[in-house]
């Protein structure tokens, strides 16, 4: 049963760059049938899309933080990233990664989350 | 401000029939199928609906989904106390290419 989990600090100053990593594991992340997305959720918040990728390299950005994300994809690990800079206190939330088909179907499954807090 | 509306709060008795909206437009819920998530107390969530009106195995049928137009509904027929939780509707958005969230129904069981 294919699982992901996200990976990385919990803990990035202000200006900084957040960088995260999704490592999917029970089957191949260069199926061409799924995208892979991170979503995050502020705490007591709803959920924001932020990113997907196709196994090609292909990204698709939400417009509102398009100007500030990179998501990238590193088929040899199964693994995908998401980097985003210039944080502020806004960014913090619970960042979650997750498998979308390509006719979409919605998210599934996700990982457990990873709280990431921008603080000084 | 989120993309799909959905009520803030919705509560019910054990026993009972609850359904939650989800309100969108022509690019979102219009034109393409709608998706729902149950997101239980310090989890991720999890898909609970798909493609409007089908269900991932183990989703028990007391859950059901439906569309018109640029509306969609939650059923939860039969109310648990485990089904306590946050419900959220998803659509693909043709204008954003990427996929849009309602704000959340916060389901209590009373």
């Known amino acids: 049963q294919l699982q992901v989990q996200e990976s990385g600090p919990g803990l990035v100053k202000p200006s900084e760059t957040l960088s995260l990593t999704c490592t999917v594991s029970?089957?191949?992340?260069?199926?061409?049938?799924?995208?892979w997305g991170w979503i995050r959720q502020p705490p007591g918040k709803g959920l924001e899309w932020i990113g997907n990728?196709?196994?090609?390299?292909?990204?698709y950005y939400n417009p509102s933080l398009r100007s500030r994300v990179t998501i990238s994809i590193d088929t040899s690990k199964d693994q995908f990233s998401l980097n985003l800079s210039s944080v502020t206190a806004a960014d913090t939330a619970v960042y979650y990664c997750?498998?979308?088909?390509?006719?979409?179907?919605?998210?599934?499954?996700w990982g457990q989350g990873t709280l990431v807090t921008v603080s000084s | 401000q989120s993309v799909l509306t959905q009520p803030p709060s919705a509560s019910g008795t054990p026993g009972q029939r609850v359904t939650i909206s989800c309100s969108g437009s022509s690019s979102n819920i219009g034109s393409n199928t709608v998706n729902w998530y149950q997101q239980l107390p310090g989890t991720a969530p999890k898909l609970l609906i798909y493609s409007n009106n089908q269900r991932p195995s183990g989703v028990p049928d007391r859950f059901s989904g439906s569309k018109s137009g640029t509306s969609a509904s939650l059923a939860i027929s039969g109310l648990q106390s485990e089904d306590e939780a946050d419900y959220y509707c998803?659509?693909?958005?043709?204008?954003?290419?990427?996929?849009?969230f309602g704000g959340g129904t916060k389901l209590t069981v009373l």
């Open positions: 029970g089957g191949s992340i260069s199926s061409s049938s799924y995208y």
């Open positions: 990728i196709y196994y090609s390299g292909s990204t």
């Open positions: 998803e659509a693909w958005d043709d204008s954003l290419n990427g996929p849009v």
């Open positions: 997750a498998r979308g088909e390509v006719v979409w179907n919605g998210f599934d499954p």
